[in-house]
C-alpha cells in the first residue's frame, strides 16, 4: 500500500527554527508538496520538490531525497503565525495525490 | 481569475438524501481531485479525474460518484447521503502531465448529515 508518514505534532519557540520530516511510500513518483493548513481554512502551497535536493523560498526550506523516500521542510525564525498544520503530500505514477495525516506546529512565545 | 471555486460551501442534509457537489476551475487544468478531511485527519482522496471524460478511484470512493463532462467542472455526487459523510470537501486542481508545482484548492464545502 501507499504510505506517508509525519509527525503528529511538535512544538518550537518564536524566532527559532524547526523542521518537519515526511517519509513516504508510494508508486512510482511525480513529485512531492508542501502545504501549510490553518483551522478551518482550505490547504495553501508552501513548495514542490520533483528533483534531489534543497529548495529555498524566504523562511520557509524543502529538501527531497528520492532515493530514501525522505522529505524535510524547514522553517525559519518562527513566528507565532506559522502555528498551523503543514501537510505533507506526493503524486503517484498514476497522478494520484496521496497526503500524510499533517503536522500540527505549536509556536510559544 | 477565479481560480478553484466549489458550490454550495454549506449544506446540511437528512440521511438518505442526494445531492451534488460542484468544482469549477477555470485555469485549463487537466487533473482534478475530490478530498475529504475529518477533524484531526489529513486529506482522503475519494475519486480524481485526469482529463475531462475520465475518473479513477482514490482511497475512499464508496457512497460516491463522479463525473468530468467538461474540463473545467468536476462533480462530486452522494446519493443516498449518511452521517458518516459529515465532513468538509475540498476540490484541487493542478496542470497536466508537466506538473510544475502548485496545486490549486477550493475554498471547501462544509456538509453535514443527520
Known amino acids: 500500500g501507499q504510505n506517508i508518514d509525519q509527525p503528529t505534532e511538535m512544538t518550537a519557540t518564536e524566532g527559532a527554527i524547526v523542521q518537519i520530516n515526511c517519509t513516504y511510500q508510494?508508486?512510482?513518483?511525480?513529485?512531492l508538496f508542501w502545504y501549510q493548513q490553518h483551522a478551518g481554512e482550505a490547504p495553501t502551497f508552501l513548495s514542490y520538490?520533483?528533483l534531489d535536493g534543497l529548495e529555498e523560498k524566504g523562511r520557509f526550506s524543502s529538501f527531497l531525497s528520492r532515493s530514501k523516500g525522505y522529505s524535510y521542510l524547514l522553517l525559519k525564525e518562527l513566528q507565532m503565525k506559522d502555528s498551523a498544520s503543514y501537510l505533507c503530500?506526493?503524486?503517484?505514477?498514476?497522478?494520484?495525490?496521496?497526503w500524510g495525516a499533517g503536522t500540527k506546529l505549536i509556536i510559544k512565545p | 481569475n477565479a481560480g478553484v471555486t466549489q458550490t454550495p460551501k454549506f449544506r446540511v442534509l437528512k440521511t438518505g438524501q442526494s445531492m451534488t457537489l460542484l468544482c469549477a476551475q477555470d485555469?485549463?487544468?487537466?487533473?482534478m481531485y475530490w478530498y475529504r478531511q475529518d477533524p484531526g485527519m489529513g486529506l482522503r482522496l475519494i475519486h480524481y479525474?485526469?482529463?475531462?471524460?475520465?475518473?479513477a478511484k482514490g482511497e475512499v470512493p464508496d457512497g460516491y460518484n463522479v463525473s468530468r463532462l467538461k474540463k473545467q467542472n468536476f462533480l462530486l455526487g452522494l446519493e443516498s447521503a449518511a452521517p458518516s459523510q459529515t465532513s468538509v470537501y475540498f476540490c484541487?486542481?493542478?496542470?497536466?502531465?508537466?506538473?510544475?508545482?502548485?496545486?490549486?484548492f477550493g475554498e471547501g464545502s462544509r456538509l453535514t448529515v443527520l
Open positions: 520538490n520533483v
Open positions: 503530500a506526493v503524486m503517484d505514477s498514476n497522478y494520484q495525490l496521496i
Open positions: 508510494t508508486s512510482g513518483f511525480n513529485g
Open positions: 479525474s485526469v482529463g475531462e471524460g475520465t475518473t
Open positions: 484541487a486542481s493542478i496542470q497536466g502531465q508537466a506538473v510544475t508545482g502548485e496545486l490549486f
Open positions: 485555469m485549463n487544468h487537466e487533473y
